[in-house]
Nanobody
């Protein structure tokens, strides 16, 4: 089992940057494929990005590609989401998630929330225009 805690959310103007962190505790962090999702009011939870166990493979939603960067530090048991060039439509609660998985590749299958075993409590990101 693993516990996940997000931090780093907040209010930023359009065009600004934020970095989210997801700290994990419990079972070995490097055993998990990790993902970021987001949910805006009245909308379904949406995939943002995923990263393989080693960090060598990443996968992004088209809406954030080129603006967001996912990374992880297995020594610190922490995953990050660097968000640049933020837009008002990026406003949402951002969740990190963990999938106990074999292999070291991430692709389209990591878009599905049902794939993930553990979730954090979420961090609010608000982008003002």
């Amino acid at each position: 089992q693993v516990q996940l805690v997000e931090s780093g959310g907040g209010l930023v103007q359009a065009g600004g940057s934020l970095r989210l962190s997801c700290a994990a505790s419990g079972r070995t962090f490097s055993s998990y494929v990790m993902g970021w999702f987001r949910q805006a009011p009245g909308k379904e939870r949406e995939f943002v990005a995923s990263i393989s166990r080693s960090g060598g493979s990443t996968y992004y939603a088209d809406s954030v590609k080129g603006r967001f960067t996912i990374s992880r530090d297995n020594v610190k048991s922490t995953m990050y989401l660097q968000m640049n060039s933020l837009k008002p439509e990026d406003t949402a609660v951002y969740y990190c998630a963990a999938d106990y998985s074999f292999g070291d590749y991430v692709g389209p299958s990591t878009r599905h929330p049902d794939k993930y075993d553990y979730w954090g409590q979420g961090a609010q990101v608000t982008v003002s225009s």
